[in-house]
């Protein structure tokens, strides 16, 4: 009895873990964009095409990891396309992610329906699933919640140190950083603010990429284009109340993947004819706690003083 | 049509090494020839400049606002392209089209708005305009900034963070950064408008020091006696044109004057017109600060028609708190301030704007104005709703345009079009605007913060004048300045605030600048 507590408790844990792989992979790529002053409100959009791109490169192929390469050419693709816009046009960056959302609920609806037949169902008949990790994964609990996970958890969690001696520690992010606090002066002392913004971004592109990707290839099998369900937009959250910073976009991360993991959890249990309403409830968890998190931890946090404002030499 | 521009390309440029007004014995590190700048907007800032700069001197450009100046040495370092004109450093032809270039060629300024980054460390922004890649070793940086320090004696520490130091460590920062860049020649755009007398000291120990190490500095300034205090040659520039190259030790303070201003005599009449009645009863007035300090402890005073009163003290001694709880900026803890017996405390700003409290703003940039906004919008800013700029909710253009040409000639703001954007004019003109709309709209009261701040001599006597006309129409005027210089010359009387306190208070008559210095620092008179 207590065996099987034990079981339910590391499943659990396993499963919270799984469920902030792509809001930690979309954050730390927002971070990243953020850190440079650009807010892209598109990231949401970009892991609809991402995870498009991706479900119908594995779909076509019948490769998973095509589908992933075309998941991650997507998300740079998408974010790029964003890049143009507030980088070259120098259009307002909140419009811009927002229209590019737009577009790609647009165009995925579109190509999904040119693609199959109305009715169709179509899905990956096989998922990517856990790797254990040889011998770490034996460690008890441990191996368990730690080792034997996707490969997109693994590059998540190394993404973290990663990301952080990219932002602190190279002179590249020292680049970026001045870029996003003040980019007039950046660029008066010879920084190409554009080339280290498109940089960012195509950093970004990558992580939001396999973010999308995995929603399709790791987590669902199928294609829907309600299937991002406002992880972008939580993501964005996250950046602000991890505060800039990866390792605080890693916890942020956590928490609201663990209530997510939770959310569902509780729904398992619950038997009876309102258990449907009441799961229906269950899954507005992480979007609440966004919310009160962002309330507590929001307040008083100073990010790039240039984030989301447009930029021009003259 | 190829032959000429092949000729031009293969001929060789006669290179000038030497200039008629070269001083003997001494070479030439810049040369600039025949620069010309029009801006989009229709201002000619260059026409025809010309300006040799020796090695190892001190060289300054004096000027005017809006004199061109500015747009001259942002033209040296690469911040600007001129229409037309060469530059040559030591003798060889160059094309300076970005900042990075200029540094790479030995020219580094030093804006007037620094371009340092707050919230990073000195280190780190020395560090930005390195050319490193991969990891970063601010440990290297730190070394080359101590090393390049050690050697002028300049004290800083790479570790502090630029948000927390005074302004005059961000100017030695600024110039510290361009010699990591080896650069040769420093230029410096109105270096001591931000620094307080001892930074002053202080930069010009430095300003010194670097001559002495062969640099050449170049100082733009509108302040005749700093010229003549700092510089080896002196180049005076008005209206855009450069007016002559004089050696400072050769000239003299009036002459300078003159060819600065041509035909200026300063001519304000200062006349003390007996008070009337009062205005303005401020009473047992307490404010706090930013921080939740007490910043106006216990504050009372009245200010009556037709009277000037000065309130003179350091920065930072309440000032800031005390003029922002008249104009309804800032909640007063308590206390009461009446005008005309109307209890106006804590109202809004529109409420007190309405009874007739005009107010010049220390910080015209975010509080004067709307930079983004035309001169005729700013102009009509605090009267847009009322006729004749409004009727029945519709907007006037014709009666916005009408009353601000009338308002640009008048104050003598330099604006080619008064639906030009705000943005577009330097900052002395902008005073100039803000003065125009604050003075113009009819207010019995006027608070008026640092009104001349930054502006140059004639500016500067525009709106002293100004004020002796309003006073004398029984205006009252509240002055709060930290230049006591200003303040003895117009106020009719002078209050001295110390940490939130009004220690001291002196009649035209009895004032005694000496005391109220003293006062003014705390000691007891």
Known sequence: MIEMEWALIIGFIAAGIRTSAPLMLASLGETIVERGGILNLGIEGAMLIS??????????????????????????????????????????????????????AGLCLYFFRLAFSQGAFPYLSELIGPYPIPLLSQIPVIGEVLFNQTIFVYVGIVSVPITYYLIFKTSY????????????????????VSKIRYTALILEGIFVGMAGGLLCLSMFNVFDTRIVAARGFVAVSIVILGRWNPVGAFAGSLLFGFTEALSLWIGTFLIGPESASISQLLSLLPYLVTLIALLIGGRRVRGPAALGSPFSKE | MLTPLFFLKRSRVEVPTTQADQPPGSELALYVKGVNKTYPNGIVANRDVSISIMKGEVHAILGENGA?????????????????????IDGRRVEIDSPLKAVSLGIGMVHQHFTLIPSFTVAENIALSLPLTGRLSLDQVKERIRSVSEALNLKIDPDARIEQLPVGLRQRVEILRLLCQDVRILILDEPTSVLTPIEVEDLFKMIRELKSKGKSIIIITHKVREALTISDRVTIMRGGRVVKTLTTKETNESELASLVVEGFCPSLKIEHVRRGEPLLIVKDLRVKGDRGEVAVKGVSFVLHSGEILGVAGVAGNGQKELVEAITGLRKADSGTILVRNFDLTNRSPKTIIKNGIAYIPEDRMRRGVILTMSVSENLVLKNFEDPP?????????????????????????????????????SGGNIQKLVVARELSNGASILVAEQPTGGLDVKASEGVHQKMMELKSKGVGILLVSADLDEILKLSDRILVIFEGRIVGEFSRDNCDMKKIARLMLGASA
């Open chain 1, 51 to 104: 995870a498009f791109t991706g479900f119908m490169g594995a779909f076509l192929s019948g490769n998973l990891w095509i589908g992933l390469l075309m998941a991650i050419l997507g998300g740079i693709l998408t974010v790029i396309t964003f890049g143009i816009l507030v980088v070259r046009i120098n259009l307002d960056q909140v419009v811009s992610g927002l229209a590019i959302n737009l577009l790609a």
């Open chain 1, 173 to 192: 992010g020292l680049k970026l950083r001045s870029v996003g606090e003040d980019p007039l002066v950046a660029s008066y002392l010879g920084i190409e």
């Open chain 2, 68 to 88: 061109g100046k500015t747009t001259l040495v942002k033209i040296i370092s690469g911040c600007l392209k001129p229409d037309s004109g060469e530059i040559y």
């Open chain 2, 389 to 425: 700029y409004s009727k029945k909710m519709i907007m006037d253009k014709e009666a916005m345009e009408r009353s601000a040409s009338e308002l640009i000639t008048k104050f003598g703001i330099k604006a080619s079009d008064p639906w030009i954007s705000v943005n577009s004019l």
